[in-house]
């Protein structure tokens, strides 16, 4: 919300003190943790300013933007905090970025950033202390690697990277897929080890990451501790499970750009517009979710729509398909041209394809394997079935979609090619 330059920072701090930091305390209070833990799920989280400004082209760590950022970190408190959490990465953009972490007591913080180790100059505040953090960063350039770091009170994170997404069409990049990655955190994790050594600009989650969604204590052991560094250094975009069950903790660790709800969102990078759908919630035509997935698809400008529930519409998985997810998606999906429709809820890797759309089942990231149901009245539209842990490395190009599907050995068990 505020964009002074380095060099007025500095004047008017100098002028008035730390005036201008008072003034960025003075935002409205966030709630903690456990506030919003009592808190009706479902409210959208309003991000943490970004304080400063990216290095500047005249000169990134110059003396201005040092003194500026000395500035931001005096007034930090003195407490030396652990971290619980991350920091990871939300909500990313070619231009934007959200850092999020936890600390174990109220503290204030800061992420400082910049395109090199040496010049990290940048930074931007969380104005309040608390516990579960929110940071903003704006004004980035699209496609670039930068350095970051998180300072809480007078503890430093790890030193860390992200990238920014490719602005506009026409640049391909490759993402990631996995789902149903609960009870098991070494399975879990060891998807994740396979997962970091890949090209991925992003991952996503069809939902499931944890068995119990109320349950603080899962979230940490089943979902941050096995995926490590993943985290802090891509974004993850989550989907709503049936095991997450609408808690309050999901709001509270994950950043959507939902329109008034994080339950359900869109994102676009390159030639891929992503439609996440909340399928626990009502999906009847007319519906809230149902009227904004369709202006969605249909308002959709880019070269692929891609569609993610966790509910399968179609799967010869022990679940089956749902015939309301089919009822409530099935006809915008085709009408609408989507590419693919990621989901999960069912332990097992499948790919199907029905009326122009692929459908992947991407839930083998961790719970225990389901066989295939031998009799399912969806059979005859699946082209891939197995009973395997997995993820999805998929690149998304103007030309095509091409996917590649791998276990834990690293061994591949699928590929398709979508083109148009
Ligand atoms: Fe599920």
């Not at 966030?30 to 990216?54: K, M």
Request: hydrophobic content about 40%; glycine content about 10%.
């Amino acid at each position: 919300m505020m964009n002074l330059g380095p060099k007025a920072l500095l004047q008017v701090a100098a002028s008035v003190g730390f005036g201008v930091l008072f003034l960025l305390f003075m935002l409205p209070p966030r709630l903690t943790a456990e506030d919003r833990a009592d808190a009706p799920a479902g409210g959208q989280e309003p991000a943490a300013v970004a304080a400063a400004p990216a290095p500047s082209a005249a000169g990134p760590g110059g003396e201005a933007e040092r003194a500026a950022l000395d500035a931001a970190r005096n007034a930090l408190g003195a407490e030396t905090p652990a971290f619980l959490k991350g920091p990871y990465l939300q909500n990313g953009g070619p231009k934007r970025m959200t850092v999020m972490w936890e600390s174990d007591v109220e503290a204030r913080g800061m992420v400082e950033y910049g395109r090199t180790r040496e010049t990290m100059t940048g930074f931007a505040l969380a104005p309040l202390a608390r516990k579960v953090q929110e940071v903003e960063i704006a004004g980035l350039r699209p496609e670039t690697t930068y350095f970051y770091q998180v300072r809480v009170g007078r503890k430093l994170s790890d030193l860390q990277t992200f990238a920014t997404y490719p602005e506009g069409a026409g640049k391909p990049y490759t993402m990631l897929v996995y789902g149903d990655s609960r009870s098991f955190p070494s399975t879990h994790a060891a998807i994740v080890r396979k997962m970091q050594a890949e090209d991925g600009l992003f991952f996503i989650n069809t939902g499931d990451m944890v068995k119990v969604g109320s349950s603080y204590d899962a979230w940490r052991t089943e979902h941050f501790e096995p995926l490590g560094d993943m985290g802090a250094r891509r974004v993850l975009w989550p989907v709503m499970g049936n095991h997450e069950a609408n808690s309050p903790w999901y709001f509270t660790f994950f950043s959507v750009p939902g329109p008034g709800t994080e339950n359900y969102y869109t994102f676009s990078v390159g030639d891929a517009k992503y439609v996440v759908v909340d399928s626990n919630l009502p999906l009847a035509a007319g519906s809230p979710q149902i009227t904004w997935a369709e202006a969605e698809m249909k308002g959709s400008t880019a070269k692929w729509l891609i569609v993610i529930a966790h509910h399968p519409a179609y799967s010869t998985g022990d679940h089956g398909g749902y015939p309301l997810v089919q009822a409530a998606l099935v006809p915008l999906l085709e009408k609408y041209r989507a590419a693919l429709f990621f989901q999960g809820h069912d332990h097992n890797y499948e790919r199907l394809e029905k009326n122009g759309v692929t459908y992947v089942t991407a839930g083998g990231g961790g719970a225990r394997l389901r066989g295939a149901t031998a009799d399912a009245k969806d059979t005859p539209w699946s082209k891939k079935f197995a009973m395997a842990h997995h993820y999805c490395v998929v690149s998304i190009a103007p030309g095509a979609i091409e996917g590649v599907v791998k276990g834990t050995d690293g061994k591949e068990i699928d590929r398709f090619r979508i083109a148009r």
